[in-house]
């Protein structure tokens, strides 16, 4: 059972535009999620946290939203550039530091 | 400053066979901890070593077994290897008691099972 979802396989966006990546989580109890950036023949990169105490977190171009109620968290990045595109993964971490759970991810391809 | 670190790039073993992948971690961090990742999922946590010690694990048999070294370098042996352990194997290093959450992760092992 998948705890935490990316129900988008794939987005394709125009540079310069939003990109908008979604994930659901299931359990409540995560206190913590990230968002990680892969290219292919590389590990993942982190690139923007939030805490479950706040709903937004901005960092240059990339915004995380958190919506408690709905378990839901977005990223953000405006303006999209092709040295965006990448498979991005969503995890998420209940408190006490332990693993990360990752979603299925989403690939972001940016049409120059 | 060294990122964490994987070896070897790429392995091709046959069924039935041994392996073993190694991981040095970021300069400063203590905490290793190693993830699948198959074809079109994302990472599934395997177990994370701390002082030496297996801290976690995750849903995976015993044929996969790990060790952390006194410079928290640390390896992940898989024994009678099965054509679904083809994955990507990427090593996540941490810092216990440290302010983030934020693990980071290696460039991976590509092992593939024939």
């Known amino acids: 059972d998948q705890q935490v979802k990316q129900n988008s396989p794939s987005l394709s966006v125009q540079e310069g535009r939003i990109s908008i990546l979604n994930c659901d989580y299931t359990?409540?109890?995560?206190?913590?999620f990230l968002w990680y950036k892969k290219y292919p023949a590389e590990g993942p990169t982190f690139l923007i946290s939030?805490?479950?105490?706040?709903d937004k977190n901005e960092d240059g171009r990339f915004t995380v939203f958190l919506n408690k109620s709905a378990k839901h968290l977005s990223l953000h990045i405006v303006p999209s550039q092709p040295g965006d595109s990448a498979v991005y993964f969503c995890?998420?971490?209940?408190?006490?530091?332990?693993?990360?759970?990752f979603g299925k991810g989403t690939r972001l391809s940016v049409i120059a | 400053d060294a990122g964490v670190t994987q070896s070897p790039t790429h392995l091709i073993k046959t069924r039935g066979q041994q392996v073993t992948l190694r991981c040095s971690p970021k300069?400063?961090?203590?905490?290793v901890s190693w993830y699948q990742q198959a074809l079109g999922q994302g990472p599934q946590f395997i177990f994370q070593?701390?002082?030496?010690?297996?801290?976690q694990r995750g849903n995976f048999p015993d044929r996969f077994s790990g060790h952390q070294f006194p410079n928290y370098s640390s390896e992940l042996n898989v024994n009678a290897l099965l054509l679904g352990d083809s994955a990507l194997y990427l090593c996540?290093?941490?810092?216990?008691?440290?302010?983030?959450?934020?693990?980071?992760f290696g460039p991976g092992t590509r092992l593939t099972v024939t």
């Open positions: 300069s400063g961090h203590d905490t």
């Open positions: 995890a998420a971490i209940y408190p006490g530091n332990t693993p990360l759970v």
């Open positions: 996540a290093s941490s810092l216990v008691g440290g302010w983030s959450y934020e693990q980071y």
């Open positions: 070593y701390y002082e030496e010690e297996e801290r």
């Open positions: 359990n409540s109890m995560f206190d913590y």
């Open positions: 939030i805490s479950s105490i706040k």
